[in-house]
């Protein structure tokens, strides 16, 4: 069996906080190893904008749970990102605004959205080969992942990330916004009732406070390409 074929039955499972970098890193690493990036946040996201376009109450979750039974969201890899679907309609870009990412961190805390969530993650990286990022994803997803990542830094730097990455940085009222946006979702995410973020026993920490990005993608490769080498000589 070559290498190719056996990288391909791994599942990476990267999680942390928003603006921790959670997203590049899974696109590098899919991109290095040629793997499937299966985005967690995409399909809430895509779920979000459904909710508000439908009107759906975001605090009720029975609706929720059977908007998202009566939806179809996929992802489709493109070398530039993966295009994003719901109900075969191209949304990638309209998932990426702040009202969208709201109502996303808003769903998710719904039981029997993540239900329906986790299930149709799991079907989609079943064959393995894939990188999935997200705050459940090696507690929840995929708790046998080969590689766990968990992805953190300090909150100020997350925050200072997430202004420059809307470019905000001479916009004072809309950094302000988009801090207090970080530090409401980290409540959420730290306190929902299910899938609480925390970071599995087994996941390997990445503290990016002081590193770069490309110090990150290293450390995070290096990890993947260790334990390529241990599954193979096991073999």
Avoid: C
């Avoid at 998202?68 to 719901?86: E, F, M, Q």
Wanted: charged residues 30%; proline residues 4%.
């Amino acid at each position: 069996m070559n290498v190719a074929s056996e990288k391909k039955k791994l599942v990476i499972a990267i999680d942390g906080p928003a603006g921790a970098g959670k997203s590049t890193i899974a696109s590098r690493l899919a991109n290095r190893f040629g793997y499937v990036n299966l985005e967690s946040g995409a399909m809430y996201r895509a779920l979000g904008l459904k909710a508000m376009e439908t009107g759906t109450p975001l605090d009720d979750g029975e609706r929720l749970r059977g908007l998202a039974g009566n939806s179809s969201i996929d992802l489709k890899p493109t070398p530039k990102g993966n295009r994003v679907l719901l109900d075969g309609r191209d949304v990638s870009e309209r998932i990426r605004e702040r009202d969208v990412t709201d109502a996303a961190s808003r769903v998710s805390v719904h039981p029997g959205v993540r239900e329906w969530m986790v299930a149709r993650q799991r079907e989609m990286g079943a064959q393995g080969g894939v990188v999935m990022e997200g705050r459940d994803i090696g507690t929840v997803v995929f708790p046998n992942a080969e590689v766990k990542i968990f992805l953190d830094a300090d909150p100020s730097i997350r925050a200072t990330r997430r202004v420059v990455q809307h470019n905000a940085t001479d916009d004072p009222e809309k950094a302000k916004k988009l801090v207090a946006d970080l530090q409401e979702r980290d409540r959420r995410d730290s306190t929902r009732e299910v899938a609480p973020l925390v970071a599995a026993a087994d996941a390997v920490r990445i503290d990016s406070t002081r590193m770069t990005i490309e110090e990150v993608i290293a450390r995070a490769e290096e990890i993947v390409e260790e334990k390529i080498a241990q599954t193979l000589h096991a073999k």
